[in-house]
C-alpha cells in the first residue's frame, strides 16, 4: 500500500527507511524515488533486517549514520528544521566525538582538519572545532 502511494505521488514523508529483505524486490519498484533522497534501504546501514522491531528502536533511539566519501570528507545529518539549536549543537558534538573516536591507531597527524555544517542545496559555514577553556 505504500509503496504504491509513494509510486503514484512520488512523496516521502518518512526520514528513515526500514525493510525485511523479502520485501527488497518489492521496493525495486521505487528505488529511484527512494535512493535519490537517501532513503533506500541497506543492509550496510542496518535498514534490512529480519528483526525490524530493533532496527527500528535502533533509529529512532539516535542512531548515528555517516557516509565517507573518497577524498575523506564526512557526510552525515545531524538535524532538521524543526529542532532546536541546542539539539543541533548536541548531535554535531556527537559526531565530532564519534568521528575521534573511530580515528584508526596507524592515522598519523590531524585527523579532523575542519567542519563545516550546511542544509540541503546552500554553502556551508566554518565550525570553529577548537575546546572551548
Known amino acids: 500500500m505504500l509503496i ?23 521496493l525495486a519498484q521505487i528505488a529511484k524515488i527512494l535512493g535519490t533522497r537517501g532513503l533506500m534501504p541497506n543492509p550496510k546501514t542496518g535498514t534490512v533486517t529480519n528483526d525490524v522491531a530493533a532496527a527500528v528502536n535502533e533509529v529512532k533511539g539516535g542512531k548515528i549514520a555517516f557516509k565517507v566519501d573518497k577524498a575523506g570528507i564526512v557526510h552525515a545529518s545531524i538535524g532538521r528544521v524543526s529542532f532546536t539549536p541546542e539539539k ?13 573516536k573511530l580515528k584508526p591507531s596507524a592515522a598519523k597527524g590531524i585527523y579532523l582538519k575542519g567542519v563545516s555544517l550546511a542544509s540541503s542545496m546552500s554553502p556551508g559555514i566554518a565550525v570553529d572545532t577548537r575546546p572551548v577553556h
Open 4 to 26: 504504491k502511494q509513494i509510486k503514484e505521488t512520488e512523496k516521502t514523508d518518512f526520514e528513515v527507511a526500514v525493510a525485511e529483505p523479502a520485501l527488497m524486490p518489492k
Open 88 to 100: 543541533i549543537a548536541a548531535n554535531g558534538q556527537e559526531l565530532i566525538n564519534t568521528i575521534i
